[in-house]
């Protein structure tokens, strides 16, 4: 099973500054990794996929990195709403077709 | 529109079965690639895949799940099964069920989830 890390854990930034959010895979996933938005009490929302990717209606200070093992998310300008909880989940490899990270915690500096 | 809408039971006892219905609307389950799976979250951790039924009636479990997991359709109906025997208090979690639109497995279709706890 490939194992996801996110790093950090928490991940304290102020308003207006940029967000550099990490994943890393315990083997090489290509570009088939996923990032979601989850906020509290909601249900997670479909950021990035391919990588680099954005979603449908997701802002362009969202923006994704990476291939391989080493993956990043980058919100570029925060702004109030983008404080939640961020997911990767990697979907390359069977079994099982995909498994998430333990997630990031984004908070208000 | 794509929706989904689980329902099913708030509160299981210990070595019971839980059954969850995933109903749906705006999608096709008869299209190739398409999937219907579900998620679930227990209470401030992660998020964790269980199942998935493709258009085809092929069924996909999460590997240390699959003795207790089932997972069926009726496309007539627009709904999705799953079943989880032998529930345990560290299943307690929110159970969300999700739509795969194509042949990657990412998901930016979620239902509303709903919360199942397991206690006696």
């Known amino acids: 099973e490939i194992v996801m890390t996110q790093s950090p854990a928490t991940l304290s930034v102020s308003l207006g500054e940029r967000a550099t959010l990490s994943c890393r895979a315990s083997q090489s996933i290509s570009s088939n990794l996923a990032w979601y938005q989850q906020k509290p009490g909601q249900t997670p929302r479909l950021l990035i996929y391919?990588?680099?990717t954005r979603a449908t209606g997701i802002p362009a200070r969202f923006s994704g990195s990476g291939s391989g093992t080493d993956f990043t998310l980058t919100i570029s300008s925060l702004q109030s709403e983008d404080f939640a909880i961020y997911y990767c989940?990697?979907?390359?490899?069977?079994?099982?077709?995909?498994?998430f990270g333990q997630g990031t915690r984004l908070e208000i500096k | 529109q794509i929706t989904l809408k689980e329902s099913g039971p708030t509160l299981v006892k210990p070595t019971q079965t839980l059954t969850l219905t995933c109903t749906f609307s705006g999608l096709s389950l008869s299209t190739s690639a398409v999937g219907v799976g579900w998620i679930r979250q227990p209470p401030g951790k992660a998020l964790e895949w269980l199942a998935l039924i493709y258009w085809n009636d092929d069924e996909r479990y999460m590997p240390s799940l699959k003795e207790r997991l089932t997972i069926t359709k009726d496309t007539s109906k627009n709904q999705v099964v799953l079943t989880m025997a032998n529930m345990d208090p560290v299943d307690t979690a929110t159970y969300y069920c999700?739509?795969?639109?194509?042949?990657?497995?990412?998901?930016?279709?979620w239902g509303q989830g709903t919360l199942v706890t397991v206690s006696s």
């Open positions: 989940q990697q979907y390359n490899h069977w079994p099982p077709p995909i498994t």
């Open positions: 391919g990588a680099s």
């Open positions: 999700v739509y795969k639109r194509g042949n990657a497995w990412y998901f930016e279709d």
